[in-house]
């Protein structure tokens, strides 16, 4: 069954983020992420304000997904991203057809 990654980002440094978008596809390429929609026009309708960058990626597998995120690969980028840029990430798992 497919899974999501949901991601809510504001950047506060768009140059240091670069590092973070430089690394992080290796990851994605691994574990097979097809990108859904990526920093794309948004508005947030009820809760927290709009964040500047909205991210849906899907995965093969709720098991791809968590290992992804949790490899070495997207470890190396998420601490690039840490220190200039405030993300929310879910991972959700799909419907069955």
């Known amino acids: 069954m497919k899974a999501y990654w949901i ?16 690394l992080a596809p290796a990851a994605f390429a691994r574990f097979g992420a097809r990108f859904l929609a990526r920093g794309g026009r948004s508005e947030a309708l009820e809760g927290r304000p709009t964040p500047q960058r909205s991210v849906v990626i899907e995965f093969d597998s709720y098991a791809q997904a968590l290992a992804c995120y949790h490899s070495e690969e997207y470890q190396a980028a998420k601490r690039q991203r840490e220190v200039v840029a405030r993300a929310e990430v879910i991972i959700v798992e799909g419907m069955a057809p």
Do not use: E, L, S
């Open 7 to 22: 991601a809510h980002v504001d950047v506060t440094d768009p140059d240091q983020y670069g590092q973070y978008t430089r």
